[in-house]
């Protein structure tokens, strides 16, 4: 396909639907120099988006941990995200909503006179890693760790965030690994450069606090699904050298879905009944 920036279609942008390649910013726009830019990833599955309004809400909330303030409504954006799936014809696709401080008055750190951007985009996305659904994704172990929550608000899907994850991801692509697991800043387990992770022992489920990394929809959404199983979940720190005791392990999130591991570094897994199980019933429920 054409690059990101040449396509046909509509993206919803400040209130109205323009053409996809005009669908551009200001070289000096806050966000470009000081990654004051938050955002969602979101699927549409038969014409429905997964949690679309807890999104939504993620996103204001998001923006208000960046001392930044949303001129739209749940509302609105529920509004919008509809009307771009509408405009391109798109029964299912992902969905990225995104907020930014564009050009205004402000050209350094503060950046108050600058006017709050919102665009909404859509585009049709595939397994975020292949056909690792299959045999489960090879991962990575990161060199850079998820920061102390002291030094930015870990609770926002803030861009900012997310440049360790960039340059984790080509370090685990460079060793031909899909992805890259991540430690906090304490050395726990945290999660992938862009997903939450879980673990199987004795027949329960281990999945690290989310205290220092973004309590993402899709892991609150599968621990509630093996709650409603019977399967006991534990949320705790867990140890790098716990990783060799755990039978099976998978990621979550909207972009990976539910999608098993088959090997953390030098650690590897099967991709087991529970497993296949939940990233099963996952997919029964986004269709429901």
């Known amino acids: ?32 120099h000081y990654a004051s830019s938050v955002f969602e990833g979101e699927r549409c599955y038969n014409g429905k988006i997964f949690k679309s309004v807890e999104h939504s809400e993620r996103l204001i909330k998001s923006a208000e941990l ?3 303030e949303i001129p739209y409504s749940v509302e609105e954006l529920e509004a919008a995200k509809y009307e771009v799936l509408k ?5 299912d696709a992902y969905v990225r909503a995104v907020a930014w401080r564009g050009a205004g008055e402000d050209m350094g750190v503060a950046s108050r006179k600058n006017p709050v951007q919102v665009a909404v985009a859509a585009w049709e996305w595939g397994n975020y890693y292949g056909d ?12 850079w760790r998820r920061p102390d929550p002291a030094t930015i608000p870990h609770e926002a899907k803030a861009a900012g965030l997310y440049m360790i994850c960039t340059m984790s991801k080509h370090a685990a692509e460079d060793k031909g690994c899909s992805d890259a697991m991540m430690y906090d800043y304490r050395g726990y387990v945290a999660e992938a450069t862009g997903a939450n992770i879980f673990f199987v022992k004795d027949g329960e ?4 606090k989310p205290d220092a990394f973004l309590n993402g929809i899709t892991r609150q959404t599968v621990v509630g699904m093996l709650k409603e199983r019977g399967v006991n979940v534990i949320e705790r720190h867990i140890l790098p050298e716990e990783l060799a005791s755990f039978e099976q392990c998978w990621l979550t999130g909207t972009a990976a879905e539910v999608t098993p591991v088959g090997q953390i570094g ?13 990233s099963e019933a996952y997919e029964a429920l986004v269709r429901a």
């Open 266 to 278: 030098d650690f590897t897994f099967e991709v087991g009944t529970l497993t296949r199980e939940i």
């Open 87 to 91: 405009a391109n014809g798109w029964q």
């Open 132 to 143: 690792a659904k299959m045999k489960g994704a090879k991962l990575d172990i990161a060199k």
């Open 66 to 68: 960046l001392d930044m």
């Open 205 to 208: 489920v281990h999945t690290p």
């Open 1 to 32: 396909m054409a690059g990101y920036d040449d396509r046909d279609g509509k993206i919803w942008m400040n209130g109205k639907l323009v053409e996809w390649r005009d669908a551009n910013v200001h070289i000096l726009s806050h966000a470009l």
